[in-house]
Every structure is written in C-alpha cells, then in structure tokens.
C-alpha cells in the first residue's frame, strides 16, 4: 500500500528565510504533484513532477523529484507571507487503468513577518 | 472559463436526510473523483470515475454513491448521511485517464458538509 508522508506538519519561519518541505513515499511511483491549499479554498496545482530528477521552479518555489530515494523536496526560497498555506504532495498510485494519487497529510507553513 | 463547479457549498444536514452534491466540469475531462478532506488525514478518494458510465471505488467509499450518466456531471450521494460523514468535500478532474494523462486534478472550490 502506497503510504506517503510529509513532514514537518507545521512550520512557522520568518521572512526573507529558506526552508525545505520534505515529502516521502513507500513505493515506486514516478510522477509526483504538489498542491497548495488557502484556509478555506480549494487546492491549486502547483507542480507536476513526472520523471526521476525533475525539478521545477515557480517564483520562489522550487520542487524536486528523486524517484530513487522516493523523495521530494518543496523548497522555499526568501520567504513572503503570501506564501503562508498549506502544502500537499500527492504521488500517482498506478495500477491497471487508472491513475489515483495518494495525498501526504499536508504541511502548514506560516510565514511571520 | 475552465472550472469544476460543486454544489452545494456549504450545508448543515441532520442523520438520516438523503441529500446530493453536484459536480459539473466544463473541461471535457474524462476522469473524475470525490475526496474527502478531514484535520490530520489529508484527502482520501471516495470514488472515481474514469469515463461515463464507468465508476469504481477509492479508499473510503462507504456511505456514498455515485453516477456518471454524462461526461460533464459526477454527483455525490449520501442516502443516509451520519454525523462520521461531516467533512469537506472536494470534486477533481482530469483529462484523461491512464498513463496517457499527467494525472493532474483539477479541483472545485469545496462542499462543507456538517451532519448533525
């Protein structure tokens, strides 16, 4: 059973510093989402990662994909506070003809000025 | 412009009234899903449908139904909701289904759902 883990839960940083979500994952899989969800609001599309060594930046979000070591990192560069939401990874879960993705539990990040 | 539409957004139910959450898509998508989302589980899938007329279960489907009579509409169903079933709701599409498909969904805007 494909699990898929994300820490930490919650983080509170400051702005104008960096930091790394982490998100793992217990079986092969090669094609990796992230998600960010507002309080309140539906979830936005923020990457598609869909081979070993992707990596893809948008503004000051960059993720990574290392399907070897089932691992990939969001990292935020030079926080703002418009970047405080919440982040889910979601990792394809393919089996037969359909194409589920498995959410991680999500990270809270909460940028202060 | 390019949305998946849920109705109701919000609704305050008691145990036991059968009530219907509606998902439209304007995007021609053929796969479609139903998660739930609760505090400390992320979202888990309830059901899915890769095409009309085909639909299968996900992680947690009981309690609910669904059907896929047209391409665009996928509505959920709870015939006897219960208070286990307050939660948010979000409807998603994709283009296609399998490997075909980079597999994004594209999510509504959320149905919260209190049974009480």
Redesign the interface.
């Known amino acids: 059973e494909l699990k ?1 883990e994300q820490n930490p839960l919650f983080l509170s940083m400051q702005e104008g510093k960096n930091y790394t979500i982490y998100c793992n994952y217990s079986t092969t899989s090669d ?1 990796l ?1 992230w ?1 960010r969800q507002d309080p ?6 923020l990457f ?1 990662l ?1 081979s070993n060594g992707a990596v893809k930046q948008e503004g000051r979000l960059m993720a990574s994909l290392d399907t070897k070591a089932r691992l990939s990192t969001l990292h935020i560069t030079a926080a703002v506070h418009d970047l405080s939401a919440t982040y ?1 990874c ?1 990792v ?1 879960h ?1 089996g037969g ?5 498995i ?4 990270t809270l990040l909460a940028v202060q000025p | 412009e390019a949305q998946v539409t849920q109705n109701p957004r919000y609704l305050i139910t008691v145990t036991g009234k059968k009530l219907t959450v509606t998902c439209s898509q304007n995007m021609n998508h053929e796969y479609m899903s139903w998660y739930r989302q609760d505090p400390g589980l992320g979202l888990r899938q309830i059901y899915y449908s890769m095409n009309v007329e085909v639909t299968d279960k996900g992680d947690v489907p009981e309690g609910y139904k669904v059907s896929r009579k047209e391409k665009r509409n996928f509505p959920l169903i709870l015939e006897s909701p219960s208070p286990n079933q307050t939660s948010l709701y979000f409807c998603a599409s994709s283009p296609t289904s399998g490997r075909a498909s980079t597999g994004e969904l594209f999510f509504g805007e959320g149905s919260r759902l209190t049974v009480l």
Not at chain 1, 97 to 101: D, H, S
Not at chain 1, 103 to 106: K, L, V
């Open positions: 898929v094609r989402y998600y309140g609001k539906s979830l936005e599309s598609v869909l889910f979601a394809s393919y003809a359909t194409n589920k993705l959410f991680g539990t999500g």
